[in-house]
C-alpha cells in the first residue's frame, strides 16, 4: 500500500445551502425513470381520478436489523436528496413513459408529467451515518401523493444497499478493532459499476479507512491504497530482466549502481546468519526480481505481495533482502502483504522473522514492519484470528464486505402513513409487517450514563419528551411491554432536509468525512450490550401512550372481522 | 401488469462491425479509472522496468459455479468490449493518477499513460449467454502487460456480478418451468442503482420475461411491466371520492354514466349468489373505491393487487365485482396480484372462486383470470409452491434474484498464463487455486446424443480433436481421472471479440434479444442431470494429454520443495 491519501479532487459532497445548487446523482443513471412502471400505472390513475395532488405522508423504514445485529447505520440521504433537487422529466423520457404506458391514457398526464418536480415536496431524514433501529421512520416525505411515490423506487434503491453496506462496514471495524487500518479491496467482486463505487463511499462513511478503488478516490476523496498482484510477480522469469539497476540513496547523496548485487549480498547474508539458518533453501528467483523492480520503481513505497510461491521459504526472506537493501539506501520498506493460507499462523511466523532480522543485523523497528493480509476476509474470519492470535497491522476485505455476503439486501420499504391529513395503516397477517399510522415525530432519549435508552414515535402535535420529566414508552404492538423513562437528554431525529421551497430552511449535507466522524461518534456512544457481535441486547423502539391506542382503533376499524367455519 | 411489451427505443445493443463505432459502457461511471489502484502501480513499475510492453496472456475464469449448481451462465462480455473499445485517459483522469502516485514517479509515465488505448489488445471470448464451466476460461486477453492489467478489475465487475444474476436467473426460471411469466422486480432491493439495472439486463438474459425496471426497458428494450401497489389502495378512504363515474364501453357504442353503481350491483350478486352466500361479508369500500378508479383509469389493463385488507374476505370479491362490470363493457380483467399470506392456498382458492364465478354468471374463461404472485419469492419458494400445488401464472421475484441473496458473488479471477511465450502458472497450497497456464484453445466436445460430453482445453499449437476421432480427456490435477471420448461434434469456445486492430475479423455483438435467445437454447441442449437443482452431476473439464504433462512439469519446477523438520 502507499502511504498516500487523497483529497478530495472533485469534492462529490459538496456543502450545499438553500442559495446553491445541489448537483445531480453521483451516477448519472439515478434519473426519474430509474423506478417502477407502477408509479408511472399508479400517477396516471391519481391524475385521472383527479388525486394526484392530495397531500400525502410516507414513512421510509426497515422492519429488522441486519447482519444478526441490533443496530443500522443509515446511510444513502445526499444521493436521494441530489435526486430530487434535479427531479424533472425530459422530453425524451416522457415519450418512453407515454410508449410504455395503454395508448388510452389522455395526453393531458403527460402535460402533468412534464411540470413535475419536487418544489412541492418535503423530505425529514435522521442525519446520514445515523446509528438507527427498526420501525423508526429514517426519512419522512411528504407531499402530493403521485409525486412522492415517483421518488420510491429510487429513494429505496439509493438507501437500501448504502445502508446495508455501511452497517457491514461497522460490523468488520467493531471486530477488528480500532488500531487496524481496514482497506476495501471489493470492486471486482462488486455486484456491478456502482455497486463497486458505493461499497468504497459508503464503506469508508461506517469506518473503514480507505479503499482500492481510483475512481470512488476520485470521486469522494477517499484514501486509495495498492501495490502489485501475483501476476506482477509471475510476469518475471530472472535477474536477468532488470536492465536498470542503480538506485539513488533517499536523500541524493550516493547511488547504489548495482541494487540487485546488493539485494543478492543480503539474501545470502540472511540465508546464512546463525539465528536464521536452514529455515529456508532457495527463494524462488523470478519473486526476487519482482520484488527488485517493484522496489526501484518505489523506493519509498515498497510493500510486498509474498505468497505468490511459499511465503516463508521464499516470499519473506526475498523480502528482507530487498528491504535491508533499502535501508542501506535510507529507505524504509513498507511491510508485506499475505493474500493466502493460514494468516494467523503466517502473520506470526512473519513477525517472528522481522524481529529475528532486527536482532541479527541491528536494523531498528525491522520487527515492526507492516504485515497487511487479505483472502476472502469477514467479520467471522477477523474473530476467528483475533481467538487464535496473529500479527496482522492491516486487513483488506473485498467480496464479504461489498456484496454483503452475510445477508445481501436490507429491506426498507415505503408505505403511507397519512393522506388528506387521515392517517392510514397497512395492515398484514404477519404482525411484524403492519405499519404504524400517522405523520410522526420521532426521538432518542438518552439515560445518565449518556447511553441511548429508547427511540420513542409520538402523532405530530404531541407535546415532546422533556428533559427529567418521565415519560410512558409503550412497545408499538405488544400490550405489555412499556417502561417509563426520564430522559437526561432528548433528541429529535427527524429533520428537514428538503423543505420543499426555496425559502424554507433545511439541513446542510455535510461532506462525506463528516458523515464518517458522525457515524464512528455515534457507534462510540452505544451501550455494548447492543453491539456485541453475538446475542446482542436489541434495543428498544416504542410509541407513546396516545399513538399506541390510536394504532389499536386504527387497526380494529380497518379489519374484517373473521368468522371461523 | 400491463400486457405490454416495449420494442427497443434506443438500442442499448447495436450491432457492431469493423466498420462501426462501438458505443461506452451502459453506465458512464465504467472508466479507465473504475479500477484497482494496484494496476496503476503496476503499470509504473513495468514502465519503469522497460517491461510493459512485453506481449501477456490473461485467462478470466471462475473456480467453482454458483448456487451450488453445476453450469453457470457467462454475462457481461459486450460491457467490456464498450470499454476497451473507448479506453483512453482524460487529462483529468491522468492528473488524479498523477496525484495519487507518489511524486517520485517520473513524467515519462504519464506521457505513456496519455498514449494509451487498446488497439493493441486481443480478446477472444465465449459468446455471451453461453453455458460455462468451472477453470474453462470465458476470456483471454492478449497484450501489453501494463494495459492488459489496467483492464483486468473493470472486466472483473463487469462479468462477475452479470453472470452470477444471468445464472440465478436461468436457475429460477429452472424451477418455475417454461410456461410461467416470470417477472423481475428488484430495483428497490438491488446493490444500489446499476445493481437494478444490471439485474434487470441479466435476468432477462437468463429466461426472465420483463421487469419493473423503466429505465432498464428504456435501455435494453426489455417488456416492463407493473400496476399499483398497497399504498394505491390505501390512499382512498371511500366510493365518494370517485367523482368521474362514466365508463364507455370498449367498442365506444355505449356509455355506462355509473359505473360505481354497476360494480356495487355486481359485489351485491356475488355476494347472494347461491354458490358463493357466506364466504364473505362486508368488503373493504377503500379497496373497492382504489379498485374502480383503477379501472377507470385501465379498463384494459386492470390487473389488482388482492391483499391490502384481506385476500378472500376482501380484495377478490372486490376484484370480481369490478371485473364482472368491465366484462359488461366489452373488457376484459387482466387478474389479480398476491403479495403476501399462503400463496399456494390463496391462489388456489382464488382460482376456485374465479370457475365458481364463471359457472354461476356465465361469463367464459373467467376461471382462467390471470393470477401472480410475490412476495420474497426464491428458488426454494417456487419448488415449494409446485410440490404443494399452486394456480399462479406469473412470479414476481425481487430480492432473491437481483442481490443473489443466495451466494451474493461469483469468483471469476484474471490470471496470467503466459508472458513473451512463455507459460506462467500460480501455484497454491489449495489445488483448486493453481492456474492452468500456456495460451490455450477451448473445445466443447458433444456426444451421439446432441449432449456436451465434456470440454477440453489444449495448448495454442495442438491439434483441434476431430470428430470421430478418440481423444484422451485428462482431469488437470487428478492424475486418475481421465477418460476416451469420440466426439460427434466438435465445437470451439473461445472468439476473437476484439482484435485489436482495425482490418482484423471479429465477431459481431448481438442483440440482447438474440443473447437471451442463445443462453435458452444452450440450457436445453444440456444432458438434464447437469441441471437439476438437488445433487447434479458434474460436467467434466478436462485438459489434453499434452497439456497435462505441461502444467505438471511447470508446477514441479516452480515450487520450492520442502523439508519437514
Chains 1, 2 share one sequence.
Not at 539465528?275 to 522496489?295: K, M, P
Request: proline residues 5%; aromatic residues 10%; glycine residues 8%.
Amino acid at each position: 500500500m502507499e502511504e498516500k491519501s487523497n483529497g478530495p479532487k472533485e469534492d462529490g459532497n459538496r456543502r450545499t445551502n438553500n442559495n446553491t445548487v445541489i448537483p445531480g446523482p453521483t451516477n448519472p443513471m439515478v434519473t426519474p425513470l430509474l423506478s417502477d412502471l407502477y408509479q408511472f400505472t399508479m400517477a396516471y390513475a391519481y391524475w385521472k381520478a383527479g388525486k394526484h395532488n392530495e397531500r400525502a405522508v410516507f414513512d421510509l423504514y426497515f422492519r429488522k436489523n441486519p447482519f444478526g445485529g441490533e443496530y443500522t447505520i443509515f446511510a444513502g440521504l445526499e444521493e436521494c436528496i441530489r435526486l430530487i433537487a434535479n427531479f424533472k422529466f425530459t422530453a425524451e423520457e416522457i415519450a418512453f413513459i407515454r410508449s410504455s404506458l395503454p395508448k388510452t391514457c389522455e395526453d393531458g398526464f403527460y402535460d402533468y408529467l412534464r411540470g413535475v418536480d419536487c418544489s412541492d415536496v418535503k423530505v425529514y431524514a435522521v442525519p446520514e451515518g445515523s446509528v438507527a433501529f427498526p420501525k423508526v421512520p429514517l426519512m419522512r416525505v411528504e407531499g402530493p401523493i403521485a409525486v412522492v411515490q415517483l421518488v420510491e423506487t429510487p429513494f429505496l434503491n439509493l438507501i437500501n444497499y448504502a445502508s446495508l453496506v455501511a452497517t457491514n462496514s461497522a460490523r468488520h471495524r467493531f471486530v477488528a478493532g480500532k488500531s487496524k487500518v481496514l482497506l476495501e479491496f471489493g470492486l471486482r467482486r462488486a455486484q456491478g459499476p456502482d455497486g463497486g463505487i458505493g461499497a468504497s463511499k459508503y464503506s469508508y462513511m461506517g469506518g473503514f479507512d480507505a479503499t482500492s478503488n481510483v475512481e470512488a478516490g476520485r470521486l469522494f476523496g477517499i484514501p486509495i491504497k495498492g501495490t502489485h498482484s501475483h501476476a506482477f510477480v509471475s510476469s518475471f522469469m530472472s535477474l536477468d530482466e532488470i536492465m536498470e539497476k542503480s538506485l539513488q540513496s533517499r536523500d541524493g547523496s550516493s547511488t547504489c549502481e548495482d541494487f540487485v548485487s546488493l539485494v543478492q549480498t543480503w539474501l545470502s547474508k540472511i540465508k546464512w546468519s546463525h539465528l536464521i539458518q536452514g529455515i529456508f533453501g532457495e527463494t524462488n528467483e523470478s519473486e526476487l526480481a519482482a520484488f527488485i523492480s517493484y522496489a526501484l520503481a518505489f523506493p519509498n513505497d515498497f510493500l510486498a505481495l509474498v505468497d505468490t510461491y511459499d511465503v516463508m521459504r521464499s516470499g519473506i526472506p526475498n523480502f528482507c533482502a530487498v528491504a535491508l537493501a533499502l535501508n542501506d539506501l535510507g529507505y524504509k520498506a513498507l511491510g508485506i502483504r499475505l493474500d493466502s493460507g493460514d494468516l494467523a499462523y503466517l502473520s506470526c511466523e512473519t513477525r517472528k522473522f522481522f524481529r529475528t532480522i532486527e536482532k541479527e543485523f541491528g536494523v531498528p523497528d525491522f520487527g515492526k514492519m507492516g504485515i497487511t493480509a487479505s483472502n476472502d476476509l469477514n467479520e467471522e474470519t477477523l474473530d476467528a484470528l483475533n481467538k487464535q492470535g496473529h500479527e496482522v497491522d492491516a486487513f483488506g476485505i473485498g467480496t464479504y464486505l461489498v456484496t454483503c455476503y452475510a445477508q445481501a439486501a436490507l429491506g426498507c420499504v415505503f408505505k403511507l402513513v397519512e393522506i388528506n391529513n387521515q392517517p392510514r395503516i397497512k395492515l398484514s397477517e404477519d404482525v411484524s409487517k403492519v405499519s404504524i399510522p400517522c405523520k410522526k415525530r420521532c426521538y432518542r432519549l438518552y439515560g445518565k450514563e449518556g447511553y441511548p435508552l429508547v427511540d420513542i414515535m409520538t402523532g405530530e402535535n404531541e407535546p415532546p419528551p422533556k428533559v427529567a420529566e418521565r415519560i410512558l414508552c409503550r412497545h408499538p404492538f405488544s400490550e405489555s411491554k412499556r417502561a417509563y423513562v426520564v430522559p437526561q437528554r432528548v433528541e429529535e431525529l427527524l429533520k428537514c432536509f428538503w423543505p420543499g421551497s426555496s425559502d424554507g430552511a433545511r439541513e446542510e449535507l455535510p461532506s462525506l468525512k463528516e458523515i464518517r466522524d458522525r457515524c464512528i461518534q455515534q457507534l462510540e456512544q452505544m451501550r455494548p450490550d447492543h453491539m456485541r457481535r453475538l446475542n446482542p441486547t436489541p434495543y428498544k423502539v416504542s410509541v407513546s401512550a396516545k399513538l399506541y391506542d390510536f394504532i389499536h382503533f386504527l387497526w380494529l376499524n380497518e379489519a374484517p372481522v373473521g368468522e371461523l367455519q
